[in-house]
Structure formats: structure tokens, C-alpha cells
């Protein structure tokens, strides 16, 4: 059982930077690739970021990429979601989940065991 709690989240101008953390309880931390995900209002939950058991491998949304940094720290079950330049169209619920079974690329949200409980992001324009 993995319990995941997100925080970091807020409201920002277009352009700011905002960094994400969800920690993870138990101790098999280390053995699960950890996404996030976001849903705005009105709109399906979509991938944002992944990265691997070991950190070695990571994916982004195209939206993202170049902007949005995924890292994770073992000894500490964190994993982090550092948000630079941001826009308006960023604004959304972001969760973190976790899986033993990462297909690769985007995987959807399915295939996901735990998920936090959400942080609200609000970039204004």
C-alpha cells in the first residue's frame, strides 16, 4: 500500500515557476515509477510527467517539455514536479500516482495504483 500526498501547489503569474513535491508513505517507494497527471475543469485527466523506479528514464507531455522538470528522491519518497514558465492553459488540478508497471511514453491513467488526493494550480494571465 503506497499513500501519496501532494503539496507545492498555488496561484502564479504567466511566466512563474512553481515546484510540486508528493510524498509518498511505505517503504517500496523506490519500486514504483511515479507519474503526474492533471485535470482542468471540463477536460479528461491528462499525463504530464513520468520517471522510472531508479530516476534513469524520464517522459513529458509535449505541452510540457522544456518547461516542467520530474525528479524524484528515494531516501526521502519524494517526488517532484518543478514548473518554469508558465501559462494560463498550466491551470489545473495536478496529482501524482504510482505504478509497478509503467508501459512507457504516456501511459494512461489506468494503469496507475495510487494517487494522491490533488493540488490546485492557477496560473493567471
Known amino acids: 500500500q503506497v499513500q501519496l500526498v501532494e503539496s507545492g501547489g498555488g496561484l502564479v503569474q504567466a511566466g512563474g515557476s512553481l515546484r510540486l513535491s508528493c510524498a509518498a508513505s511505505?517503504?517500496?517507494?523506490?519500486?514504483?515509477?511515479m507519474g503526474w497527471f492533471r485535470q482542468a475543469p471540463g477536460k479528461e485527466r491528462e499525463i504530464v510527467a513520468v520517471?522510472?523506479?531508479?530516476?534513469?528514464?524520464?517522459y513529458y507531455a509535449a505541452s510540457v517539455r522544456g518547461r516542467f522538470t520530474i525528479s524524484r528522491d528515494n531516501a526521502k519518497n519524494t517526488v517532484y514536479l518543478q514548473m518554469d514558465s508558465l501559462k494560463p492553459e498550466d491551470t489545473a488540478v495536478y496529482y501524482c500516482?504510482?505504478?509497478?508497471?509503467?508501459?512507457?511514453?504516456?501511459?494512461?491513467?489506468?494503469?496507475?495504483?495510487?494517487w494522491g488526493q490533488g493540488t490546485q494550480v492557477t496560473v493567471s494571465s
Open positions: 500516482a504510482a505504478t509497478k508497471y509503467y508501459s512507457g511514453g504516456d501511459s494512461p491513467p489506468g494503469e496507475y495504483d495510487y
Open positions: 520517471i522510472t523506479w531508479s530516476g534513469g528514464s524520464t
Open positions: 511505505g517503504r517500496t517507494f523506490s519500486m514504483y515509477a
